[in-house]
């Protein structure tokens, strides 16, 4: 089994910056796909990025341009840069893997609050 451990979250003002951390228990980074995801007070969890094990990188509308996901696999971690924050990115943030090799996995860390003010 893998735990997934996000930090980096916290309080920020409009247009500034945080960068999210996932570290994993061991290291399974190189394979599978790693995410970010995001739940508001009210809402449903949503995608927010994702990166393949052959980095490829995807990113929920919103985000684009502003968000910068990368993962360093000797690290067994994956980040979640945040830049030019809006009130509208406050939510916790989750980090997933997800993969089958060498077997079918799905992993969620515990989650970091986000919080940006006006």
């Known amino acids: 089994q893998v735990q997934l451990v996000e930090s980096g979250g916290g309080l920020v003002q409009a247009g500034g910056s945080l960068r999210l951390s996932c570290a994993a228990s061991?290291?399974?980074?190189?394979?599978?796909?790693m995410g970010w995801y995001r739940q508001a007070p009210g809402k449903k969890r949503e995608l927010v990025a994702t990166?393949?094990?052959?980095?490829?990188?995807l990113y929920e509308d919103s985000v684009k341009g502003r968000f910068t996901i990368s993962r360093d696999n000797a690290k067994s971690t994956v980040y979640l840069q945040m830049n030019s924050l809006k009130p509208e990115d406050t939510a916790v943030y989750y980090c997933?893997?997800?993969?089958?090799?060498?077997?079918?996995?799905?992993?969620w860390g515990q989650g970091t609050q986000v919080t940006v003010s006006s």
């Open positions: 061991r290291n399974i980074f190189s394979v599978g796909t």
């Open positions: 997933n893997a997800k993969g089958g090799w060498p077997a079918p996995y799905n992993y």
């Open positions: 990166i393949t094990s052959g980095g490829f990188t």
